[in-house]
């Protein structure tokens, strides 16, 4: 298992950017599969952007084009960059890792570590 910390959070305006980074405790970071993901109050949680351990992505229809996920398996981090954002994109973010990339994806919890969530907000 990793334990994950996210962090960069914050509030920003909207057409702004913001850099999430999620930290991930151990020496296994390389064989897991990350995934960010998002829950607004009152919705449910989903898939923002996943990247696999040879470095394929996919992202969220609403996010494509203006979010970016990356992963330094050095520094044992995955980020998530995101830019023009929208009011839309307020939400908790949180990170996810899991040793079969299909999970990530889905977000199932079978063998899936959760970080702590940060929270992001986007002022009109």
């Known amino acids: 298992q990793v334990q994950l910390v996210e962090s960069g959070g914050g509030l920003v305006q909207a057409g702004g950017s913001q850099r999430l980074s999620c930290a991930a405790s151990?020496?296994?970071?390389?064989?897991?599969?990350m995934g960010w993901f998002r829950q607004a109050p009152g919705k449910e949680r989903d898939v923002v952007a996943a990247?696999?351990?040879?470095?394929?992505?996919y992202y969220g229809d609403s996010v494509k084009g203006r979010f970016v996920i990356s992963r330094d398996n050095a520094e044992n981090t995955v980020y998530l960059q995101m830019n023009s954002l929208k009011p839309e994109d307020t939400a908790v973010y949180y990170c996810?890792?899991?040793?079969?990339?299909?999970?990530?994806?889905?977000?199932?919890?079978?063998?899936?570590?959760w970080g702590q969530g940060t929270q992001v907000t986007v002022s009109p």
């Open positions: 996810a890792a899991n040793p079969v990339y299909i999970r990530v994806l889905r977000g199932e919890g079978s063998g899936t570590n």
């Open positions: 151990g020496r296994t970071f390389s064989t897991y599969a």
């Open positions: 990247i696999s351990q040879a470095g394929s992505t």
